[in-house]
């Protein structure tokens, strides 16, 4: 790969992230006044149903510790429950409360409208490039181990 190649693809990067508001730790990019962690871990649990605590952990690639703080102030917040896995007595289920669950949607949809706009802004003919250029991207920083 060409010097240059790397630079412009860090560059856009970069643009998109501040663009997009990824840097900023305390409001998801759709406007939502959720730290992108928290954000994050909804979208895993609503996937699920429920979802252990280690498999967020592994999922959302961060140490045990944070994703216990994490899912703190999500019970604090009154979206989520923690209880006992089954069949596990150190394990912790974690389920949407029905608070949860419409927070959730309410994020999704914020999301949606987001995303929808900007690819709104790309032109048609480039669209389909874009989307398969995310998943590339996506799928490459898949640890191969």
Same mark, same amino acid.
């Given at each position: 790969?060409?010097?240059? *190649?790397?630079?412009?693809?860090?560059?856009?990067?970069?643009?998109? /992230?501040? $663009?997009?508001?990824? !840097?900023?730790?305390?409001?998801?990019?759709?406007?939502?006044?959720?730290?992108?962690? *928290?954000? !994050?871990?909804?979208? *895993?649990?609503?996937?699920?149903?429920?979802?252990?605590?280690v *498999? @967020?952990?592994?999922?959302?690639? @961060?140490?045990?510790? %944070?994703?216990?703080?994490?899912?703190? $102030?999500? /019970? $604090?917040?009154?979206?989520v429950?923690?209880?006992?896995?089954d069949? =596990?007595?150190?394990? /912790?289920?974690?389920?949407?409360? &029905?608070?949860?669950? %419409?927070?959730?949607?309410?994020?999704?949809?914020?999301?949606? &409208?987001?995303?929808?706009?900007?690819?709104?802004?790309?032109? =048609?003919?480039?669209?389909?490039?874009?989307?398969?250029? @995310?998943?590339? @991207?996506?799928?490459? %920083? /898949?640890?191969?181990?």
């Amino acid at each position: 790969m060409e010097s240059g *190649e790397v630079d412009a693809a860090q560059e856009a990067l970069m643009r998109f /992230v501040r $663009n997009f508001g990824l !840097h900023q730790p305390d409001r998801t990019p759709c406007g939502q006044p959720l730290p992108v962690s *928290e954000a !994050h871990a909804m979208v *895993e649990i609503a996937r699920d149903g429920q979802l252990r605590q280690v *498999e @967020l952990a592994r999922r959302l690639r @961060l140490e045990k510790s %944070t994703v216990s703080r994490l899912v703190a $102030n999500l /019970v $604090n917040r009154g979206w989520v429950h923690r209880g006992p896995a089954d069949g =596990d007595g150190r394990g /912790v289920l974690l389920v949407l409360t &029905d608070a949860g669950a %419409t927070a959730a949607a309410r994020q999704a949809d914020a999301r949606r &409208d987001r995303l929808t706009a900007l690819l709104d802004r790309i032109p =048609d003919h480039e669209r389909a490039a874009v989307v398969r250029a @995310l998943q590339a @991207l996506a799928e490459a %920083t /898949v640890d191969p181990s």
